[in-house]
């Protein structure tokens, strides 16, 4: 079995040495393992560094691309490359290595498909209280929707079966944590947590420049998340919400015009009727979305076919040009 660690990085010269040296090289029900590195665009010595220190290969984006955008080509390279396991860790040295055979031993012993580090961060210090907080009613969010069970879902240290791998299809470019989480949970893959240990912070995190920012971008991955794989939920309990509140002044008018009295409320028939032409038309966009949710499902399943039948072939140019050169696989 062949488990491949991959570490998104950008401009992580300082810290990366840290990051390989601290992955295990030996861990039980693993017969080998080996170290991916992603370069989204770094501009420092990231790549040289990278070599330097021995990891096995090396994907390069070229430009900078984002986080998602990098762990989806890191996924991609690690299928390619014949990997069993995939874990993904951070190249800011905030997971420590020694943890990853815990990550995996689940997903070796068959009671997983993706496990994800907590990193219990309900009791960090290094968060201020607002951020706790936040943390802990984020990832309840993320459960419910997802009807998953884990315990810190923004967590990016985490390891995922080539089965789960084959599935993963990543559409924002922020952070692929929540949207992962979701996409498992409608897919009925099995999800748990292991709790692992964290490194002092080294930097202040790049994915967002405050808090605020990084909160308003993960509802807006969790939002178009749910609309992808839960449109006819979202919209059509929303429709029937406006086509309820659009009876009442109807029904209001009704009673009063049959009484005789209908003069002078035909403003409740206006109110009435704007709620219920835009409950009926939301109900209609709850249905044509989910007919493009189920278009989505089928590609889907067609990807995930096509990344099987191009394994094999993918993997065999993987291991020609790894022979060919004397240093770690470079894809560019």
Same mark, same amino acid.
């Given at each position: ?13 300082? @810290?990366?040495?840290? *990051? ?28 040289? *560094? ?6 096995? /290969?090396?994907?390069?984006?070229? #430009? ?20 069993? *396991? ?25 009671? #997983? ?26 990832? $309840? ?8 069970? *884990? ?32 996409? #498992? ?20 995190? $790049? ?5 605020? $920012? ?66 009926? @038309? @939301? ?37 020609? $040009? ?6 770690? /696989?470079?894809?560019?």
């Amino acid at each position: 079995m062949k488990l491949i660690v991959q570490i998104p990085c950008f401009n992580e010269e300082e @810290t990366l040495p840290a *990051v390989v040296a601290a992955i295990p090289r030996s861990i039980p029900g693993i017969d080998s393992v080996e170290i991916q590195v992603i370069d989204d665009g770094s501009n420092d010595r990231t790549v040289e *560094v990278a070599k330097a220190c021995g990891v096995d /290969h090396i994907v390069r984006n070229g #430009a900078n691309k984002g986080l998602a955008r990098s762990f989806q080509s890191g996924i991609e390279s690690a299928l390619a490359l014949g990997a069993d *396991v995939i874990v993904n860790t951070d190249g800011d040295n905030q997971y420590r290595g020694s943890s990853i055979p815990g990550l995996v031993g689940p997903i070796v012993d068959g009671h #997983a498909d993706i496990v994800v580090g907590d990193r219990n961060p309900g009791a960090n210090p290094e968060f201020s209280w607002l951020k706790r907080q936040l943390q802990k009613i984020g990832t $309840r969010v993320v459960c419910n929707l997802a009807q998953v069970r *884990v315990d810190d879902a923004v967590s990016g240290f985490r390891a995922y079966s080539r089965d789960a791998a084959y599935s993963i299809n990543v559409m924002t470019r922020f952070s692929y944590t929540t949207e992962t989480l979701i996409h #498992a949970g409608q897919h009925g893959l099995r999800v748990m947590s292991v709790p692992v240990e964290t490194n002092a912070t080294t930097r202040p995190s $790049r994915l967002a420049g405050s808090t605020a $920012r990084f909160l308003q971008k993960q509802v807006v991955t969790i939002l178009r998340s749910y609309f992808m794989y839960r449109s006819l939920n979202a919209f059509l309990w929303a429709g029937v919400l406006m086509i309820g509140i659009g009876l009442l002044p109807i029904l209001r008018f009704l009673y009063y015009y049959a009484i005789g009295d209908g003069e002078g409320r035909i403003q409740s028939l206006v109110l009435g009727s704007m709620f219920l032409l835009a409950g009926y @038309t @939301t109900v209609v966009i709850a249905f044509l979305s989910d007919a493009l949710a189920t278009n989505r499902r089928l590609t889907e399943s067609v990807l995930e076919r096509v990344r099987r039948l191009e394994q094999p072939l993918a993997s065999g140019n993987a291991e020609t $040009r790894q022979r060919d050169d004397e240093g770690p /696989h470079d894809i560019r």
